[in-house]
């Protein structure tokens, strides 16, 4: 309230200026009013409209795998991080969809941040994540699991992908890729059943061999050239 001078004479005039914070999540217009009076008798009143912006969200979205280059049957551990910038507008509805490549098999349970899988969605299913509200300042991270399936071709790309969106600004998405290298890894030795013998003994060879790797060996000779 502001009260003028008693009496307040013909042809003076006053000017009161005072200053307001907008508070923090208020949007649409901000409508004021001021009304003047002689005691109790209404003399009159003026109004004046603000509209209100709201800053965007700036949101950040990274998407990366522990492994580049691995065999059928290796574990992949892909890892998600998302922020939203300092100053930034509010993020709202913030989902995060990870629809998994035929060639790869999520591991049961692997999900963290509350992680989703949904068997029935994509070629190999579904991760989501409902992040809901993301403030400004603010930054997570999750992350889930697959294996790669047994006999995927040598040299196969398998990139995953995934989308981010919220209410406020278009989504992001982001991809990651690993490369199926298999190759056989051969291991071979040889014992005898005596180490001392005479003339006329007879020595028995043993040839033990194995394929240690993660793909089949073709063609495989063992050579022994006698002394």
Not at 186 to 197: C, F, N
């Amino acid at each position: 309230d502001a009260t003028l001078p008693n009496p307040y004479r013909n042809g003076d005039s006053t000017r009161f200026t005072f200053k307001v914070r907008v508070n923090t999540g208020t949007s649409g217009s901000i409508n004021n009013k001021a009304v003047l009076y002689d005691g109790s008798t209404f003399l009159g009143e003026t109004n004046t409209t603000s509209s209100t912006s709201t800053n965007p969200p700036v949101l950040t979205f990274t998407k990366s795998v522990d492994i580049s280059s691995a065999a059928p049957g290796a574990t992949l551990t892909y890892t998600i991080n998302y922020s939203n910038g300092s100053g930034a507008g509010t993020s709202t509805n913030t989902t995060i969809l990870d629809t998994l490549p035929s060639t790869v098999t999520y591991v049961s349970g692997s999900a963290t941040g509350g992680g989703a899988f949904n068997a029935t969605i994509g070629p190999s299913g579904r991760v989501s994540w409902n992040i809901g509200t993301l403030a400004a300042n603010q930054s997570g991270s999750v992350s889930f699991q697959v294996t790669i399936n047994a006999g995927t071709p040598n040299g196969t790309n398998i990139t995953n992908t995934a989308r981010l969106s919220n209410s406020e600004a278009t989504p992001q998405s982001g991809s990651t890729t690993t490369t199926v290298a298999a190759a056989p890894e051969l291991d071979i030795s040889l014992s005898v059943d005596k180490s001392s013998v005479g003339p006329g003994d007879t020595l028995v060879y043993k040839i033990n061999y194995a394929n240690d790797g993660t793909a089949s060996a073709s063609s495989t000779v063992i050579r022994d050239t006698l002394p």
